[in-house]
């Protein structure tokens, strides 16, 4: 079975400046898709960014992006320009391709909540 | 666009009292649906999934069941909740290898 650890409970950070998010996982399998999801304090989970296995290339939007290490099975989330909006828990998150078409479940982190410093 | 609709928001239930959790999704055809569970200071974790009508696996052994009665609809129950059911509950939809996407979720209290 697939392991995500998030090893910083909590992370504080300036207003405007970067912060970097660190998550690791643990699999066998060689394909697979990598998250990070949003939960501000509404508890709603907002999609954030996401990388597939296969793709070299980090995956970016807008202000987010990730480190992605296949071979460290690391996938670090990078917040530039940090906003007080960007407050609240990020998790990361592993989706298998076993089961095929995609129906595969999140295998999450536990988390870590982020706290931005006007 | 899709939306995913799932309700109550809030539940307080006795110990030994049924549950019925309900979850609906409009504009797609076919999802996967989930349900996830979230205990205080905890990740995610996955209870149930389904790829189509009456088709459910479960991930977690434990005194809640799942049923998909119709394409976009997917029901979370208890014949008798515990105190270790408490929680807060999410369920989710995805369309072939999109990622997921969350409702609003239940916050559980069992007293």
């Known amino acids: 079975a697939q392991t995500v650890t998030q090893s910083q409970p909590e992370m504080s950070v300036q207003e405007a400046e970067t912060v970097t998010l660190s998550c690791t996982y643990d699999t066998s399998e060689s394909d697979y898709y990598l998250f990070w999801y949003k939960q501000p304090p509404s508890r709603q989970m907002i999609l954030v960014i996401r990388q597939e296995a296969y793709k070299q290339q980090n995956a970016t939007e807008n202000r987010f992006s990730v480190n992605f290490q296949k071979a460290a099975k690391s996938f670090s989330l990078k917040i530039s320009d940090s906003q007080l909006g960007d407050a609240a828990m990020y998790f990361c998150?592993?989706?298998?391709?076993?089961?095929?078409?995609?129906?595969?479940?999140?295998?999450f982190g536990k988390g870590t909540h982020l706290i931005i410093q006007p | 666009s899709q939306t995913i609709h799932q309700w109550p928001a809030t539940l307080v239930q006795p110990v030994g009292s049924p549950l019925s959790l309900e979850c609906t999704v409009e504009?797609?055809?076919?999802?996967?649906l989930y349900w996830y569970r979230q205990a205080a200071g905890r990740g995610l974790q996955l209870l149930f999934y389904s790829v189509g009508i009456g088709q459910i696996s479960s991930e977690v052994p434990q005194n809640l069941s799942a049923s998909r009665p119709q394409d976009r609809q997917f029901i979370l129950s208890s014949k008798k909740l515990l105190l270790s059911d408490s929680g807060f509950y999410l369920c989710?939809?995805?369309?072939?290898?999109?990622?997921?996407?969350f409702g609003d979720g239940t916050r559980l209290s069992i007293l």
């Open positions: 989710a939809w995805s369309s072939g290898w999109e990622p997921q996407h």
């Open positions: 998150a592993y989706r298998s391709t076993y089961s095929g078409g995609g129906a595969d479940g999140l295998t």
């Open positions: 504009g797609t055809s076919n999802p996967n």
